[in-house]
């Protein structure tokens, strides 16, 4: 059974900094993709950073490039959303993902399995 679990939202002001972990059981996060996703009240579900198995590829929304940035621990098979400089605008339910393929998924629907999310709430 795989399970994702992610820790580390809170309520931030905004320029302030939160790092999301996701640590994952029953699957190698270093031989999967896997995403971060947030949703806003009302909003649809977006991907906001994914990597590749390999972590030679990421992809980054252009809302954070440049403020957040993704990377894995292997040994805690975990994975990390740094997030800087926080705007009101970043306040939503953050999710990570893992796909099955290995290469970043095109679609919400590529990825397999889902954690419970975690809030984040930037304040102005």
């Known amino acids: 059974q795989v399970q994702l679990v992610e820790s580390g939202g809170g309520l931030v002001q905004a320029g302030g900094s939160l790092r999301l972990s996701c640590t994952a059981s029953?699957?190698?996060?270093?031989?999967?993709?896997m995403g971060w996703f947030r949703q806003g009240s009302g909003k649809e579900r977006d991907v906001v950073v994914a990597?590749?198995?390999?972590?030679?590829?990421?992809y980054y929304a252009d809302s954070v490039k440049g403020r957040f940035a993704i990377s894995r621990d292997s040994a805690k098979n975990t994975v990390y959303l740094q997030m800087n400089s926080l705007k009101p605008e970043d306040t939503a339910v953050y999710y990570c993902a893992l796909s099955n393929r290995r290469e970043i998924p095109g679609t919400p629907k590529e990825y397999d399995y889902w954690g419970q999310g975690t809030q984040v709430t930037v304040s102005s």
């Open positions: 990597i590749n198995w390999s972590g030679l590829n990421t």
């Open positions: 029953g699957r190698t996060v270093s031989r999967y993709a």
